[in-house]
């Protein structure tokens, strides 16, 4: 048996999988689709045609070269290890490097850039909050594990149970989350920043301000809401998408990460982003070490310059700045707008992919690799940051991302 | 590394104050990374003519923060910072940062300095994989890491039991589980006393949840890194740091290293860090005055030692795991802040702050971290900036220069402007103390280096490490007027070699290399009587035992310092 094994698919990293042969005891159903054996890129192909691997590594080099300003994207489902020569890739051939956060919690990093954040790692949920609040998020379908393994049911130091934390869930529909909820608002879509503001004006003394009804809710509902908050001992809020995408994006991730910074003054509060991917926290943070930014980094300059909007794989390739691309763990074809994909379309595209998925059908260039955290080992960045080392638990022809993108790399300097 | 090189240093005026040179012209001798005789030598691949230079070993800095999950942190709030670039990429990477940097930028320029050794003073075990990831990326230095041990639960207990042995025993396991070198304690009983919103005043309040106190936290650490032998022994950010009144605290501090004694090989129990941020009197920010003359006697006459954590003027990022006082300098410059509670070990924060001369309170900090350059003696102090908390690492030839030249020092007061309350709150406008440039390579080489227990470096010996500074200029004929001659040569030197390598040539660099990472492997102390404490806290972590810590394996070029003390 092997133990402590690390599931690698969303941003939990639980890491107390054990492995029976094929079958993997404590997964989630997501985590059970990701062991599964599921069809694979079968050999390395240039337009097609399947080649070796030496020769797509040198016709992907060849397309680095001539590229002026190649896109690389992806890197939120491979390891640390990999993301790191990709940097420095993007930097040697002056391309842009660029993640699935700028199309997810890239606005959570322009608030923070704002306002900074106040967390903790998710100890803090297991240990400690008496209040978890989940606004926006829906983690009982979207990270299956998180209520019972940090959050809601946890065995803590201070929390001992379920009874001991006051949950509150703020949506915009009756999710499943909302069931595990001692509270449940239901709030009009798009006025996360107008509630956040008003329980700030509550929190702060100035109720007087607030108006009979915002955002669906009535005052003394929000007082309700208001008071529950500040009578945490330990207040935690996890946040999603519902906050960042929606209208207001970052200026509503800066209102909440404010209300918890108003909240530390009466107790102790702090805001944790339920981020998707098991590693897309690594692909920001060893960005942000090794270049100085987590995301929309050009380096067509010979030095790294950060502009969202500007330098992010969808607005870089709709303007059609970019002429080539290689895509890392990730299926941008099926994710982007119609028109970045049209883009995609019209240049020569490299995906290095364990999987076939729609960005296989643009790519001009495919080169099979190893699943990272089944075939492959590495470190990857949990939701909070606490770092983990992936396994390797079954045996594979294929190479990992590492040796194909250090071999690459190699090629272009 | 590529081995045999052999370079022949020749004419050089050499000060070693590990052996005691003080300015002879020498010849010195690298063969295959070791400082060696002449007669081991054998034909020279390089000949440098070091006529008229000075011949130093390589520098070492004890404390700073330079990788870890706080230093990204801060990179990330901070793009304005980032944004600097200091070198476009081309033969090497490309360089990022002004006063936070990206790893290239740190490891080149701490190079370009001399360099060659650096401690990342601070990380939460639990992150120890994602630090070494990031010490990994730092071309140019060997390195290491000290653990966080003061709000760690596993502390507190063996702390309210007096109990030395199991506290060996999780010192032992931790720094191993780490690939940490020592014991890094900050603010003990402080952090988790912020996780109930709280903090501790002093060292003997009971810290929340447990029946420990600071005190107790601090002695029973002492005492167990004294009897595992560790070669650095606590290394201590105190509490109530960075408020009026601190100076109190650091005195009571300094008197518990006073009762628990020196270590075995008669050096000293605890290292006092930026002891600038701990060292004001007053009651309020109207009265701060400067505790530093009389700290520094006290240190001088204890078994302590200190770095100095020097504030620049300018902007920069404050980042500690001092989470408290993170909040409260939030609230004091109403800045953006990171605040980050880690687990059941530890915590942090993260601020940005400008220094300003003009402000009272700045140029008290500012003339408290050059008093204690100038009165503690030099074998016992470090300089440091406490990078980044009190400014760039890259001022350190400033820092020499300002200690070095009282002329320096006043044309910086005029200059810059410094508020004139440094005159009544401090004894810096009237100390005409100059360190000579034989104490400032102590303060910077051997000193560090006897601190740390790194016996091969610090020095030019037969045996040390080939890790050796050349700087542009004759320090016997340089005088401290002629203070722009001393910045500018600190600042670039002639020549840096790292495991007998030219890495720099005019402070240029020249070769990008890998250093090593220390480790400590503490034996002499059966690990097991932990196990059952161990098992329970690990209950209350989100990460199982076994993925807990750091294969030697995953580093790129570790090494271990076993010691046993059996």
Known sequence: ?413 | MSKSKVIHIKNGVVVDPAQGIEGEVMDVFVRDGKIVEESEAGKADEVIDARGMTVVPGGIDIHAHIAGPKVTAGRAMRPEDMKYARRKTGALRCAMGKVLMTCPAIGYEYARMGYTTAIEPATPALYAIHTHEELDSIPMVDKAVLPLFGNWHLTFRFAAENDVERMKAFIAWAIERSKGFGVKVVNPGGVEAWKYGRNVHSLNERIPGFDATPAEVLTTLMKASIELDLPHKVHVHCNNLGVPGSAETTAETIKLAAKVGESKDGRESLHITHIQFNAYTGEKWRDMGSGAEELAKLVNSSPVTVDIGQPIFGHTTTMTADGPFEFALHKLVKGKWINKDVEIETGGGIVPITYRAKSPVNAVQWAVGLEFGLLVDADKVVISTDYPNGGPFVEYPYIMTLLMSRKFREREIREKGVNSYIEKATSLPSLDVERTFYEIVKMTRSTPARILGLRAKGSLRIGADADITIYPFDCRNVSPEEYEVLLKGLRNAAYTIKDGEVVVRDGEIVKEIWGRTFWVNAKGVAREIIEEDLNEVFRYYTVSRGNYGVKKEWLRRAEEIAVDAC
Not at chain 1, 93 to 101: A, L
Not at chain 1, 137 to 142: D, Q
């Open chain 1, 1 to 413: 048996m092997i133990r402590d094994v690390v599931c690698t698919f969303c941003g939990n990293a639980c890491d107390d999988i054990e492995f029976e042969g094929e079958y993997g005891r404590n997964l989630c159903p997501v985590g059970e689709a990701k062991f599964a054996k599921k069809e694979r890129l079968k050999a390395p192909m240039i337009d097609g045609r399947e080649v070796s691997y030496e020769e797509a590594i040198e016709r992907a080099a060849e397309i680095l070269r001539e590229a002026k300003r190649p896109l690389l994207f992806g890197w939120s489902s491979t390891v640390n290890e990999a993301i790191r020569l990709g940097v420095i890739l993007a930097e040697k051939v002056g391309g842009i490097y660029d993640q699935c956060s700028s199309v997810c919690h890239a606005p959570t990093t322009l608030a923070m850039i704002e306002e900074g954040i106040v967390g903790g790692t998710l100890g803090q949920a297991k240990n400690r909050a008496d209040v978890v609040v989940f606004w926006g998020c829906n983690p009982v379908e979207a990270h299956p594990r998180h209520p019972t393994r940090y959050s809601v049911m946890a065995r803590g130091f201070l929390t001992r149970s379920r009874a001991d934390r006051r949950v509150v869930v703020v949506d915009v529909r009756k999710t499943p989350t909302a069931y595990l909820a001692t509270d449940f608002y239901m709030v009009e879509p798009g006025s996360d920043f107008m509630i956040f503001t008003a329980l700030r004006s509550i929190v702060n003394g100035h109720e007087e301000a607030v108006p009979e009804k915002v955002g669906g809710l009535t005052r003394e509902e929000l007082k309700g809401l208001a008071e529950i908050l500040m009578s945490a001992k330990y207040g935690l809020i996890f946040f999603g998408l519902g906050v960042t995408h929606s209208r207001g994006s970052e200026r509503n991730v800066e209102a909440v990460i404010k209300l918890v910074q108003d909240l530390n003054r009466k107790t102790r509060f702090i805001l944790q982003p339920m981020r998707g991917h098991f590693n897309v926290v690594g692909s920001g943070e060893v960005a942000a070490w090794e270049a100085g930014f987590e995301y929309a980094i050009d380096f067509s300059r010979g030095y790294a310059r950060f502009s969202p909007g500007e330098f992010t794989a969808v607005e870089a390739l709709i303007r059609g700045d970019c002429d080539a691309a290689l895509i890392v763990a990730s299926d941008p074809a099926a994710h982007f707008p119609r028109k970045a994909v049209e883009r995609l379309k019209e240049i020569p595209v490299i995906q290095i992919d364990p999987h076939p998925n729609l960005t296989t059908k643009v790519a001009n260039v495919v080169i099979p690799t190893a699943i990272v955290g089944v075939e492959a080992e590495g470190t990857i960045y949990r939701m909070d940051g606490v770092p983990l080392r992936v396994k390797k638990i079954r045996e594979s022809e294929y190479p990992s991302d590492v040796e194909i993108i250090g071999k690459i790399l190699e090629k272009v300097v």
